[in-house]
């Protein structure tokens, strides 16, 4: 299987920056899924979860605020206001969902994009 580079940028610096099979992304006229070999493309990015799969095959959720996305055939780039990772043991997954939950509570989107977005972080909590 190919693997494409995926970047996850905020003004605070990289969140993610490294080989993965695919990401899904929240898109401002919805979600949509990236694979290598992808044709170019630049859109916005609404309030979500973007959920990457590692090259080991581990899945990684990131909440975002808002942003824009540009994907090459071999690299995609996310820049982002605002973003945590959902990853790590316990204790930090615990206070990362906390975190995940106040970013997104606090934008500006549509009522409903935030309770989606809110509404999948709590899914992934649940499934640690």
């Known amino acids: 299987m190919e693997f494409m580079k995926l970047e996850i940028i905020t003004p605070n610096g990289v969140i993610f920056d490294g080989e993965v099979k695919q990401v899904n992304l929240p898109g401002s006229e919805g979600e949509f ?3 290598a070999g992808h044709a170019t493309l630049v ?3 609404d309030t979500g979860v973007i ?3 590692k090259t080991d095959a ?3 959720a990131v909440a975002i605020n808002s942003g824009y996305v540009k994907v090459d055939e071999g690299k995609t780039t996310c820049i982002v206001d605002g973003a945590v990772a959902l990853s790590g043991d316990d204790s930090d997954l615990a206070k990362a969902l906390e975190e995940a939950k106040a970013l997104l509570k606090s934008t500006e989107s549509s009522n409903s994009a935030i ?3 809110v509404a999948k ?3 992934i909590g649940k499934s640690f």
């Open 58 to 60: 581990k899945e990684v």
């Open 43 to 45: 859109s916005l990015l």
């Open 33 to 35: 899924g990236v694979l």
């Open 51 to 53: 959920v990457y799969e």
């Open 115 to 117: 309770a989606a977005a």
């Open 121 to 123: 972080v709590e899914q």
